[in-house]
Structures are given as structure tokens and as C-alpha cells.
């Protein structure tokens, strides 16, 4: 095996991005042409029109190259490179979204604005849009639009009326968010390559860099913020959290987590800058502002999911509102008192995860979700993922459905199927994944070293890459742990001449022995923090090790992950698969024993959740390690041979495949015969 990639590894890597990337370059052009106004209907076979529907496969499609994408990326490009690659995909994708109309939000917005900078109060007036008229029925409150958003639409339609430099400024705001991701990846040694998933998302792409929606402004706000929060830098966390309520009253919801003991001196700096400016229009007209707020709850409701249900029940808005705002706070109080960071017990919680949270439950509860809505949380899920976030950037799509029904019939609908689609899914995993978080394991683990590593081999008849797995592995551990399980070739013997220690575990399957039995023997035996577990042929790359040390003790939540792995020798063939492997493991968090995994042992143990079973642990483990806390996939590329995958025909590839999926779905219903598996897979 070499340890560097050869120049065909690199040619096939490029050839599969780029092919990739081209695909996504062909949809985002053909997205611009298909956004409302100027959507098309997609007509099926079966005589059945979809309003936008052109539109709506688009974005569908482009959500799954995204991850592909991701995938491909060249695993050994410097992050200087990918840095540059990511921000210039990210720009072509933003240029080709420019011919979109902006929506009317902004129009308003910079009208709205331009009428508060000469001198006339925003709130006591209404604007018609499309009969170009000014009223002096309120269209507006505090809540919905503060001051200071208005301000800058102002400044900018005063000095050049029109879209475009409301455009340009959407723009560069859009790219200075990827930018802080960037920073705040780096921060906490988290993979650079996840900043794609925000820089090309469709709807990132649709409602910022199309449409110009403001929330682009409240999502940079609230990402400095978290950077500021993380870096200890409370002056400027303060100041832009008090921005950020210039830009939407939704940042008084996150403010008190922000909040510590160490930092809340500084605190009146937020009321100042939050409050200060609305004031004024406060007291020059009283309780006033509020009214157009009631007005707007009360009969404004637009793909609800909770509150849609709450209006079939009673038959009334404002009972729904009053429903949803009371169980919103509710469980924001819930919250408040057990994920507050100075009220955490266990494994601490980061504020990028209570944020998360807290916007989601907001969405949930909410009377109108537009898509543009939950634009602040796919930075956030890029940083630290959530499958519920991402299911519900996908399934927001739907909701397009009714600017089609607009275009088509003038009438905004969202057909019940559509509503159904956005938010059953997402609710029920978000439920499990909340539940996870504040009922798992968490609150009983302590706080795990990230000091030292031992590198766990399982091991049978494996002599011929023994001796350089170990080698390659010594030097960066505490200890390399080899459980043989029963080898009849001189893998004990090879084992030990490269320094490891020697365990001998040959207990039958049905008792406890195979590979999962082994690395459980294997655990018990060692000390280190964290545990790696390689097979006989991976061969890390010098440095691999150190990252994961680094990784694991600069991000308490999480339990463990994956390094990755390439093929030692490259073909077309080899680099799907292995591309096919990565995003398994990267976005569907299903790790194989080939790609490295890693976790805290002592969270391990102490839980008792490691399977040890003879086939399929590297796939229970990959989900039981879950409920400890978050996984993180670090798309390195450990070493290991293809004589396995070569040996057992591709056929046996495919054959591996419908065992994962079969284990998957009997797991769901049972606990799967780990035993049976076994036979079947190696025909005995």
C-alpha cells in the first residue's frame, strides 16, 4: 500500500466531482428560468397537472447532488483550496438565481424604509404594492419589522432606487454567512467541506439569492453571534444580538441562552441596541403598534402545522393563536430550565444545538411558515446536524406549490397532500431527536478526557497487512489492542513483533465471539479515552490520529464518529464505491468497520451499548452511538486494501448492501438475529 494518493486516485477524484458539479450547474440554470413568476407546470402521463412542479423537481433534485457533491469532493485537497472551491461554486450558483424578481417583502420593505428615513413613521401607514398607493391603515408593527431593518432598506433604496443594490447587499451578506460557517467549521475542527450544504442549498439559492428575502440578514446576526459566543467575546455577542433584534423579534427567543453567569454584566448592551430605537415609536403612538401585530395572528395563517390543526378543532384563528403561543412558551420555558448552559447536568449541550432547537419548535407552532422561514437553520444544521432539519429543507419545497396555484389561478392554495408532506415527517423525527437529546444518556455520562487513544484490531487470519496496520497506528496511540479470534496463520505472532498487545478471543458466534465480541474483549482490556477500531488492512495516514484526539477534546457532545477510507488502488469503479461509502457515512450516518470509527470508551462501557454480535456491530454501533450524543463523519481517507471487495465479486458488494437494509428494518421491529446474518453473509 502507498501512503499518498497516486495521480490516477487525484484524476478520478476531480473526474467524478466535476461531474457532479456539472449536473448541479444544468438544474440551477434551468431553476432560474422556473421560479415564480415565472413557474411552469409540470404535466404527467396520467392527464394530472402540478402547479410548479418543474420547479419542484429541480429543487428535489438538486437537494440529492448536493450531499453527492459533498461526497465526491477530493478527500486530500488542502483546506486552502477547498475554501476557494467552495466559495466559487457557491458564487456561480448564487449569479445564475439573479434574474428572479425580488420578492415583495423587500419592494416593501425599502418603500417602508425609505418613507422612515424622511421623516415619516413606518407603522401608522400601508402600502399597496401592486396600485402603487400609501394608506393610512397600519400594515406594520414593531414585532414584524423593528426599526433597523427598515433603516437599511431605507439606506438603500435612497441612494439607488430599484433591486439591484438591495440585490448586491442580499448578495454579499449571503456569501459573508458562508463565510463565518467557514470560520466557525475551522473553529471546532469540523469538516470545511460541510460548508456546501449551505452554500449551494436550493432554497438558500431560491429565497436569498432570488427572491432578496431579509432573513438573510437575521441568519448573519445570529451565526456572528454563536462565533462571538464561542470565542468568549461577549461585548460583540452582545451588540450583535441586540442587531439582530433591529432585524427580527424571532432573537428574543435565543438571547437568554446566551446568557451566563460570566457575561451577563454586559447584557444591557442587547436592550440597548434591541430596544433603544423602537422607543420613539413606541411612545408616539402608544399601545398602537401593537394592533396591526394582533390583526396580522389572528388572521394571517399560511402552511401551519400544529396551528392548522388547532384551527380545524375549535374553528377559530384566534384560539389557535392563543394555543400555540401559550405551548410555544411553554416548552421555551421547559427548555430555558433544562438546557440553559449554567443549568446543564452531564455532557453540556452546545448553544448551536439550543438554537436549533428553539427555532424549530418556533416553526413548528408558527401560523405561517414560508420557505424562506427556516433559512436560519441550514447553517446551523451544517455546523451540527440534524436529520430533522435537513428533511424539512427538502420537504419545504412543497409549500412552492401555492406561487404555483397563485400564477395559475390567482389564488394562493397549499393542497392538505402538500402540508402532509412538509411537516409529518419532520415533526416526528424532531421529536425523537429532542427527546434524544434531553432524555438519552446525557444526563447520566460525565464529561470524558480526550487524552489518549487505544487502537482496537479485530483479527482473524489477517498476517499479510497486520504488521503495517500496527506501524502505521503505534506511534500515535496509547496502545494498539489485537483480539485474534481463533487465526490459524501467523497473525499472533506478526502482532506482537510490531509491539501490540495480544488477546485471544475464539468463542463461538452464538456466545459471544466474532468480530463485535473481539473489540468488546478488546475495550475492556484498555485504557485509553478514546477508542479506534481498525480492520486488519486499514492504514492510517500519518496525523489521522491526532485529529481525532484534537476533534473529540475540543467538541464535548459528541460521542464518536468516523475518519473515512480510500482504496489503495484506484479505479472508476473503486472511486464510486468509495464515494457511495462516504456518503453513507456522512449523511446517513451508517458507518462500515472499514472507515475508522472512533468514540469515547468510557461512554461505551458505562452505557453498555456496544453490540457484540459477529456481524453488523460496525452498523449498530454507527446508530447506538446516537443516543450518547452526535456522531461526526471527518472525510479522511485511512488506507485499506480492495482484495476484500475484489475477492467477494461486487456481487458480494451488493449482497452487503441488503443485509444493511434488511438489519435496518428488522431492528425496527425487533432485535435482528445477528447470528443469521452472519450465515447468510458468509455462507456457512
Known sequence: ???????????????????????????????????????????????????????????????????????????????CFQITVIFLVSIGARLTFFNLAISDDASKNMLLGELLINGTNPYIVSIDLDHQSISSEPDLSLFSRPPGILCLAGLISKHNYGTGAWRIVVFFTDLFILGILIIILKQNLLPIRNALLYGIHPLILTSFSGHGHIDVFLTAAVLLSILAYQQKKWIGMFILLGLSI?????????????????????????????????????????????????????????????????????????????????IFFLIWIFFLIRLHPDRQKGIPVTITT???????????????????????????????????????????????????????????????????????????????????????????????????????????????????????????????????????????????????????????????????????????????????????????????????????????????????????????????????NAFRAGFIGLAFSDQVQFFRREWVIASGIFPAIPLMEDVELSIRLKLLGPTMFLWDSARISIRRWKRYSWARTMMLIRLTTAWIIHRSFGTPDAVAFYKTYYKK
Open 246 to 326: 433591529q432585524i427580527s423579534c424571532i432573537s428574543f427567543l435565543l438571547i437568554p441562552f446566551f446568557i451566563r453567569k460570566t457575561n451577563w454584566k454586559h447584557a444591557w448592551i442587547t436592550l440597548l441596541i434591541g430596544l433603544g430605537p423602537s422607543l420613539s415609536f413606541f411612545f408616539s403612538d402608544g399601545f398602537g403598534v401593537f394592533d396591526k401585530l394582533v390583526h396580522f395572528s389572528s388572521n394571517s395563517s399560511f402552511n401551519a402545522s400544529i396551528h392548522r390543526i388547532f384551527v380545524i378543532l375549535t374553528g377559530d384563528v384566534q384560539k389557535a393563536n392563543i394555543l400555540c403561543i401559550s
Open 354 to 580: 439550543i438554537c436549533i432547537l428553539i427555532l424549530s419548535i418556533l416553526i413548528i407552532m408558527s401560523p405561517t411558515v414560508h420557505p424562506w422561514s427556516i433559512c436560519i437553520i441550514i447553517p446551523l444544521i451544517s455546523i451540527r446536524s440534524f436529520a430533522s432539519g435537513k428533511l424539512l429543507s427538502l420537504t419545504i419545497a412543497f409549500a412552492y406549490l401555492a406561487d404555483g396555484y397563485k400564477h395559475t389561478t390567482g389564488i394562493q392554495y397549499l393542497p392538505p397532500v402538500a402540508q402532509i408532506l412538509i411537516w409529518i415527517p419532520f415533526i416526528l423525527i424532531f421529536i425523537f431527536e429532542a427527546n434524544r437529546i434531553l432524555n438519552g444518556y446525557r444526563k447520566i455520562l460525565k464529561k470524558s478526557s480526550s487524552k489518549s487513544i487505544s487502537v482496537i484490531i479485530p483479527i482473524y487470519n489477517g498476517q499479510r497487512y497486520i504488521r503495517k496496520t500496527i506501524l502505521h497506528a503505534i506511534d500515535e496511540s496509547l496502545e494498539v489492542i489485537v483480539i485474534d479470534g481463533g487465526s490459524i496463520d501467523n497473525s499472533i505472532e506478526y502482532a506482537r513483533d510490531a509491539g501490540a498487545t495480544v488477546i485471544l478471543h475464539d468463542l463461538p458466534i452464538h456466545s459471544g465471539g466474532g468480530r463485535g465480541g473481539q473489540i468488546l474483549a478488546g475495550l475492556k482490556k484498555a485504557s485509553g479515552d478514546i477508542a479506534v477500531i481498525l480492520t486488519s488492512d486499514t492504514q492510517l495516514l500519518p496525523g489521522q490520529l491526532v485529529r481525532i484526539k484534537d476533534f473529540m477534546a475540543l467538541n464535548d457532545e459528541y460521542s464518536g464518529g468516523a475518519i473515512g477510507s480510500q482504496f489503495d488502488r484506484p479505479s472508476l469503479k473503486s472511486e464510486i464505491l468509495a464515494s457511495a
Open 1 to 79: 500500500m502507498t501512503e499518498k494518493p497516486g495521480y490516477l486516485f487525484i484524476f478520478l477524484q476531480n473526474i467524478l466531482w466535476l461531474l457532479v458539479l456539472s449536473f448541479l450547474v444544468f438544474c440551477w440554470l434551468l431553476m432560474g428560468k422556473n421560479v415564480y413568476p415565472g413557474m411552469t407546470n409540470l404535466e404527467l402521463p396520467i392527464g394530472v397537472s402540478i402547479p410548479s412542479g418543474k420547479f419542484l423537481v429541480l429543487f428535489i433534485l438538486t437537494w440529492i447532488a448536493m450531499p453527492v457533491l459533498v461526497s465526491v469532493m477530493p478527500k486530500r485537497w488542502i483546506p
